[in-house]
């Protein structure tokens, strides 16, 4: 059989398993991309989460030493609810954006992946193949572009004609020289919007992006979020995806065509207050399933932690103060001292006296001041005679 014939095949058989867009291209290295990711290091523009030998990330050779090309496929994903949990007053809720929405996409992927691997083995047994979604060492986005799925727009997303931004990349080296397909010819042209639009101006002109500066990736830090992005976070718990509504490409794309990620909305959505006290074993058996939990409960709790001083919710107030207390992690202890001074009143200013002459840790101290002067200002604002 022809590799041509073969590659038919797989395209047709890639649609009986639930793969939206399939695309081939050379094992050549990637030449622009190894460009721009220098610059992205020594602009120190990288997240860190990367794999850091920018080679293995650029040449796939080095990573499969047989490999001839790499098949890339892509899934699309709903963007938008079904139906929206109320956010109520007294039981104001967190956002995971819609990349976490239903299984954890690497799993479903990589499920695809190692079907259409068994298709080719079964049709040629010599072949090696080697499958990544997301982690590996290539750049699932360079992969795809030159495989003609999309082109990569200023927001650093592949923008597929069909479904725009909202698809999940994979793709599988293999030692089979398939016919390479061609990249299509698409730009954002004048369009600007994203850029326009990101509000910690992590998106630099160009389509780079500096991603110390993005909220998707801060979202996902164990440290103490930076002063500057705690009040521009709202109530994002896991991934911000400003950049991808705004987007003319994205409007109407919300596509529900696999169960695996139809959003369950109560854990898109989830009640902040649960989530201060969470237990390790309950926050698995909930969100373990969903992408947005891999780095764990941590940088969930502190963000639901920002969350809940961004709704000013005073009903939080009694469990704020237990964890500024208790807790035995600096970061969510000083995190929860800086959300009490943000909803502030007399309560929240007697927890965080106290509080200021037993905490031992510099930097939750920090925290505290912080929280009272924040506090302090407020009552001063509303009630000068006070002062
Ligand atoms: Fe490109 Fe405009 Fe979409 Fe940004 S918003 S990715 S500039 S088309």
């Not at 193949?129 to 997301?134: H, L, P």
Request: net charge positive; hydrophobic share 35%.
């Amino acid at each position: 059989m022809s590799l041509n014939m073969l590659k038919q095949e797989i395209i047709e058989y890639s649609k009986t398993i639930g793969i939206d867009k399939i695309g081939f291209t050379t094992a050549d290295p990637f030449v622009e991309l190894k460009e721009r990711l220098r610059t992205q290091q020594q602009l120190n523009y990288q997240s860190g989460f990367e794999e850091q030998d920018v080679d293995k990330r650029t040449d796939p050779k080095l990573i499969m030493p047989e490999a001839k090309s790499i098949i890339s496929i892509a899934l699309a994903y709903p963007s938008r609810l079904k139906k929206t949990p109320k956010n109520e007053k007294q039981n104001r809720r967190g956002l995971f954006a819609s990349v976490s929405w239903g299984r954890d996409y690497h799993v479903v992927l990589r499920e695809r992946l190692i079907k259409l691997e068994a298709f080719i083995k079964e049709r040629v047994p010599l072949a090696v193949t080697k499958s990544m979604v997301d982690t590996g060492e290539l750049s699932d986005r360079a992969v795809a572009e030159r495989a003609g799925l999309g082109f990569v727009g200023k927001n650093c997303s592949l923008i597929t004609p069909e479904f725009g931004s909202y698809v999940y990349l994979g793709e599988m080296i293999t030692s089979l020289p398939f016919p390479p397909d061609e990249p299509i010819l698409d730009s954002c042209g004048s369009c600007n919007k994203c850029v326009e639009a990101c509000p910690t101006g992590a998106l630099v002109q160009g389509g780079q992006l500096n991603a110390k500066k993005c909220l998707a990736y801060l979202t996902q830090t164990k440290d103490f979020l930076p002063d500057q992005y705690r009040d521009t976070l709202g109530n994002r718990l896991y991934g911000m995806d400003k950049c991808q509504i705004v987007c003319p490409r994205n409007q109407n794309k919300n596509f529900y065509l696999h169960e695996e990620f139809e959003p369950n909305p109560e854990l898109a959505m989830p009640p902040l207050k649960p989530l201060l006290k969470i237990s390790n074993r309950k926050f698995k058996e909930t969100f373990g399933t969903v992408s947005g939990s891999w780095r764990g409960k941590k940088p969930i709790q502190r963000n639901a932690i920002i969350a809940l001083a961004y709704f000013k919710d005073e009903t939080a107030l009694d469990d704020l103060i237990d964890v500024m207390k208790t807790d035995p992690r600096p970061v969510i202890r000083g995190t929860a001292a800086w959300a009490i001074g943000k909803i502030g009143g007399q309560k929240a200013i007697l927890a965080l006296k106290t509080m200021e002459t037993v905490e031992n840790d510099e930097e939750v101290l920090q925290e505290i001041k912080k929280g009272l002067a924040i506090a302090k200002n407020k009552l001063t604002k509303e009630s000068p005679s006070r002062s």
